[in-house]
């Protein structure tokens, strides 16, 4: 089954804890990307990737970092998260980046962070 | 600086009725406009999408409709079922960035 899955799904933590989210997908997509979705702001892209070892900041990266060393995973990392990063995240794929195939084809069903 | 804005934030339609998102950008340079459908728990999902160069397409019982000068474009739901309920966002596309709107709760009554 073609998906993208997101691990923990839920997560309190404290500030300053340093903590990884892991995204992986079994489509071969080379595009990923990650989002986080606050009530009233809709989604709004932190970082994406357009294939291994390529990624780029999206509009909200403060705060935040990835990697792409393999092609299935984009994993988000957040250093010293604080209050301000609690969110709901999502991650997505799509076979590639460009004209109309940015839209990402497939989300994760998300991971909801709690900063204490 | 929201480049997307969609409205309304919340919607109520009868079933049977035509429930009609809209959204507005600003960046010209965006090139593809995708609508996406969420359930609760669930990520978003593409639903249906448009290039500039079009001004209407339709899939099944949801068309887009697209006034490119107006710099707008929204979503028509027609003979809206309970099963549409859920959050529609909007989004617009420029190279490998994707800038959604703020969403749009719809809830369709029996």
């Known amino acids: 089954e073609a998906q993208v899955t997101q691990n923990p799904r839920y997560l309190i933590t404290v500030t300053g804890k340093k903590l990884t989210v892991t995204c992986s997908q079994n489509?071969?997509?080379?595009?990923m990307s990650w989002y986080r979705q606050d009530p009233g702001l809709g989604l709004r892209q932190i970082y994406y990737?357009?294939?291994?070892?390529?990624?780029d900041k999206g509009d909200v990266p403060e705060g935040y970092k990835v990697s792409r060393k393999e092609k299935r995973n984009f994993p988000l990392i957040l250093e010293s998260p604080s209050p301000n990063q609690t969110s709901l995240y999502f991650c997505?794929?799509?076979?590639?980046?460009?004209?109309?195939?940015?839209?990402?084809?497939?989300f994760g069903d998300g991971t909801r962070l709690s900063i204490l | 600086q929201q480049q997307v804005k969609q409205s309304p934030q919340s919607l109520i339609v009868q079933k049977g009725g035509i429930s009609i998102i809209n959204c507005a950008y600003e960046?010209?340079?965006?090139?593809?406009f995708p609508w996406y459908q969420q359930f609760p728990g669930k990520g978003p999902a593409l639903l249906i999408a448009?290039?500039?160069?079009?001004s209407e397409k339709k899939e099944g019982r949801f068309t887009i409709s697209f006034n490119k000068s107006a710099k707008q474009f929204s979503l028509h739901i027609m003979d809206s079922q309970p099963g549409d309920s859920a959050t529609y966002f909007c989004?617009?596309?420029?190279?490998?960035?994707?800038?959604f709107g703020q969403g749009t709760t719809l809830q369709v009554k029996p």
């Open positions: 997505a794929s799509s076979l590639s980046g460009g004209q109309g195939a940015a839209q990402p084809q497939h």
């Open positions: 989004a617009a596309s420029r190279r490998a960035e994707l800038i």
């Open positions: 448009i290039r500039p160069d079009v």
């Open positions: 990737s357009m294939n291994v070892e390529v990624t």
């Open positions: 960046n010209t340079a965006f090139d593809y």
């Open positions: 489509m071969n997509h080379e595009y």
